[in-house]
Nanobody, 116 residues
Framework: VQLVESGGGLVQPGGSLRLSCAASGFRFRSYAMNWYRQAPGKERELVASIISAGGSTNYADSVKGRFTISRDNTKNTVYLQMNSLKPEDTAVYYC??????????WGQGTQVTVSS
């Protein structure tokens, strides 16, 4: 059972990145998926969520209108498209699934740094 994030990096303010999270070892299409982030010295916060079938999403107020979560159940992958990035978006981004049946799973995280 594994979640593996990729796609992080260094980007200038106003730029874009797309994060990916590849899932394995569980029935991906049956579970809602989440993206969290944790900035230095701050608590981990929920950024975006998507239900199992896609289509219904939720976002933190700080990223609404700039970030888009999506999923491809044929590829067992969830994405986070991040546009109009700001320095305050700098954080380690984590993929997450939380279920009574499979427990709480976290990926290893991917660093996103927004700086000029």
């Amino acid at each position: 059972v594994q979640l593996v994030e990729s796609g992080g990096g260094l980007v200038q303010p106003g730029g874009s990145l797309r994060l990916s999270c590849a899932a394995s070892g569980f029935r991906f299409r049956s579970y809602a998926m989440n993206w969290y982030r944790q900035a230095p010295g701050k608590e981990r916060e929920l950024v975006a969520s998507i239900i199992s079938a896609g289509g219904s999403t939720n976002y933190a107020d700080s990223v609404k209108g700039r970030f888009t979560i999506s999923r491809d159940n044929t590829k067992n992958t969830v994405y986070l498209q991040m546009n109009s990035l700001k320095p305050e978006d700098t954080a380690v981004y984590y993929c997450n699934v939380n279920s009574a049946t499979i427990g709480t799973l976290w990926g290893q995280g991917t660093q996103v740094t927004v700086s000029s």
